[in-house]
């Protein structure tokens, strides 16, 4: 991730508000998953291509999404059970 914020550097960084208002709108679709044309038209403001493009770089970098041909999949999970499920893990 330090390479992504050194390299971002000179670019405009997109407000936390701007990453926040994206988060949600990922993490509150009824799709499973979604193409970047399709999240542009859901969220409530208009975004910057490169500024969203920045957003999904860091949110896929936290693990919080998952990137693939066939678009943007929310992936984090908060779920206290399910932490320790994952944590524990499973023997088969």
């Known amino acids: 991730m330090p390479e992504l914020i050194e390299r971002k550097k000179l670019e405009h ?5 701007t990453v926040f208002m994206v988060e949600e709108t990922l993490k509150n679709m009824d799709e ?5 044309a399709e999240l542009k038209r859901k969220l409530p403001k208009q975004i910057n291509h490169n500024t969203l493009k920045l957003i ?9 999404i998952a990137v693939t ?11 206290p059970k399910i932490r320790k499920a994952i944590k524990e893990g499973l023997e088969l």
Do not use: F, Q
């Open 13 to 17: 960084s997109p407000t936390l508000n």
């Open 32 to 36: 499973s998953v979604i193409s970047v």
């Open 56 to 64: 999904l770089e860091y949110l896929e970098e936290s693990n919080k």
């Open 69 to 79: 041909m066939k678009g943007i999949t929310w992936i984090h999970n908060t779920n």
